[in-house]
């Protein structure tokens, strides 16, 4: 592994992670994701101010609490990880917008995730998952009304 050639760095750290990730089966899946939630941590550790970093952290809890079936709280960790990506991002990511706006629905917070479905589409217009979300979200708080 590239961690062991070359000594623990944020970029390989945050690869692995990436890759952990997709690899296995349903209950090593699991176990997978949950070690690229601390891979991703261990990146961070070497830069917080590395906004990438953040923004694996975030990834990792995101897709954690959809895999493993846990907690509303690692969606609002998630979200904070989120936000700490954005300050030190060098460049708008959509797709950050994109999963802190699901998270914010889950969690039932409409009116972030709108703000979130919004503004993915104003940094890239071909996001097709936002227009559908905020279409959904619009929907849901008119009959709510």
């Known amino acids: 592994m590239a961690i062991e050639n070359c000594?623990?760095?944020?970029?390989?750290?945050?690869?692995?992670?990436?890759?952990?990730?997709?690899?296995?089966?349903?209950?090593?899946?699991?176990?997978?994701?949950?070690?690229?939630?601390?891979?991703a941590k261990?990146?961070?550790k070497?830069?917080?101010?590395?906004?990438?970093?953040?923004?694996?952290?975030?990834?990792?809890?995101?897709?954690?609490?959809?895999?493993?079936?846990?907690k509303l709280s690692e969606l609002e960790t998630a979200i904070k990880a989120y936000n700490e990506a954005?300050?030190?991002?060098?460049y708008p990511n959509p797709d950050l917008h994109v999963n802190r706006g699901t998270a914010y629905k889950y969690i039932e917070d409409y009116e972030d995730a709108l703000r979130d479905f919004e503004r993915s589409r104003e940094i890239d217009p071909t996001t097709e998952s936002s227009e559908k979300d905020i279409t959904d979200i619009k929907e849901k708080l008119a009959r709510a009304q």
């Open 86 to 90: 954005e300050k030190y991002l060098k």
């Open 7 to 39: 000594g623990k760095n944020k970029r390989s750290l945050r690869s692995q992670s990436i890759l952990l990730r997709s690899l296995g089966t349903n209950e090593e899946r699991k176990k997978n994701v949950l070690d690229s939630v601390d891979l």
């Open 46 to 70: 070497l830069d917080f101010k590395d906004g990438e970093s953040w923004y694996l952290v975030g990834n990792a809890w995101f897709i954690n609490f959809f895999v493993n079936f846990k």
């Open 42 to 44: 261990e990146a961070l």
